[in-house]
């Protein structure tokens, strides 16, 4: 953890632009950060010269428990996130400590999240490209959703959308999924992990 309260935190939705890929299952971090900005009342707008768009606000109770966030999703297409993501961090002087990337994980089941701090990108482009920019010592917020049925290729089935089946749940996990950042954000990886790491 960063030792300054007063640092800002920034929270990355990984997905790529455009209405095409808005239900993909690659995109699910755009919609946990889409949630976020509609609790705290923002609305994204291009982020100066960042390929990104941003919305700036704060989480948590009045007090010393209250951060100072910027929500951001990168434009750049998810291969290439790492370049606004690093662009963000420097402009707003935000420790890497602090910053958190939700994203989809293949090896986790459909809905179920794990938090953590740091490790490898378990061939997630998106982790990739934000590890080479800036190292990894970054938290994630990672967004189970299954590996592909049968023989389909991986690439096709992170750029699909979420299954009728899976849309039934999906609002549920994705307000869950953003529920866990507002307490890793506000009381800790610890207790974050306690409670949602399902």
């Known amino acids: ?12 939705g990984l997905g790529n632009p455009g ?17 976020l900005a509609e609790r705290i009342g923002g609305r994204f707008k291009r982020a100066g010269k960042a390929q990104a768009q941003v919305v700036e606000g704060r989480i948590g109770p009045p007090g ?5 966030v910027i929500l951001a999703k990168p434009m750049s297409f998810m291969n290439l996130s790492g370049g606004p993501v690093n662009a963000l961090k420097d402009f707003y002087k935000v420790p ?4 958190v990337a939700i994203h989809d994980e293949l090896d986790i089941d459909h809905g179920t999240l794990r938090l953590k701090l740091g490790g490898g990108d ?13 190292g990894s010592d970054y938290h994630r917020v990672r967004f189970g ?15 699909k959308d979420f299954s009728g089946a899976e849309r039934k749940e999906l609002d549920y996990f994705v307000d ?13 990886l610890e207790r974050a992990q306690g409670t949602y790491n399902s």
């Open 19 to 35: 209405p095409e890929y808005a239900m993909n299952r690659h995109n699910v971090g755009f919609m946990v950060v889409d949630l």
């Open 176 to 188: 869950r999924a953003a529920d866990a950042v507002e307490c890793l954000v506000i009381e800790g």
């Open 64 to 68: 010393p428990m209250n951060r100072r």
């Open 96 to 99: 890497v400590a602090n910053i």
């Open 1 to 12: 953890m960063t030792s300054d309260p007063s640092a800002p935190w920034l929270i990355v």
């Open 122 to 134: 378990n061939g997630h482009n998106g982790l990739k490209s934000m590890t080479k920019a800036m």
């Open 145 to 159: 959703i299954g590996r592909p049925p049968g023989r389909m290729q991986v690439a096709d089935f992170v750029l």
